[in-house]
């Protein structure tokens, strides 16, 4: 099942790479990207952690990654963090909220779009912190450089 699960997130992935006209060397790498976050991320859910913070851990690992293939591609981060980012959107939980608005069904509604926004800021976060994270690194490194 997982390994199934990993196929499609690659294909999912690798399609956003493709629609959103990354380069056609990155493509692959995009997918392995979303892979591995969508991997981390059921991993975490299946051992009975919650959706919010494997999302956050999920996004955290996806940013790394990103980031380390930017570096070593000599490309923009975005270009890999974009399309590895997309199976880890809650989307079904939108319209699924959504869905229950129109039913008048608001107390339903709210719970899901509350879970759907946590998610949301979870990736947010997630990319966030690594950056942060990233530049903290590169500055300690600069100072220890200086004090050679």
């Known amino acids: 099942m ?12 690798a399609a956003f790479g493709i629609i959103y006209q990354a380069p056609r060397n990155t493509i692959i790498k995009c997918g392995l990207v979303g892979m591995i976050g969508w991997v981390i991320y059921i ?3 299946w051992g009975e952690v919650d959706s919010v913070p494997a999302t956050l851990i999920a996004s955290f690992v996806i940013a790394m990654v990103s980031q380390m293939l930017a570096r070593i591609y000599k490309t923009p981060m975005i270009i890999f963090s974009v399309p590895g980012i997309i199976p880890l959107v809650p989307g079904s939980l939108a319209y699924d909220s959504m869905r229950s608005f129109v039913q008048n069904d608001y107390s339903v509604a709210i719970s899901i779009a509350a879970k759907a926004f946590m998610i949301s800021g979870a990736i947010a976060f997630g990319l966030v912190f690594s950056e942060v994270l990233n530049q903290i690194i590169k500055k300690i490194r600069q100072t220890k450089a200086q004090l050679r």
């Open 2 to 13: 997982l390994i199934e699960y990993a196929i499609a997130s690659f294909f999912a992935s």
């Open 43 to 45: 991993s975490l859910v």
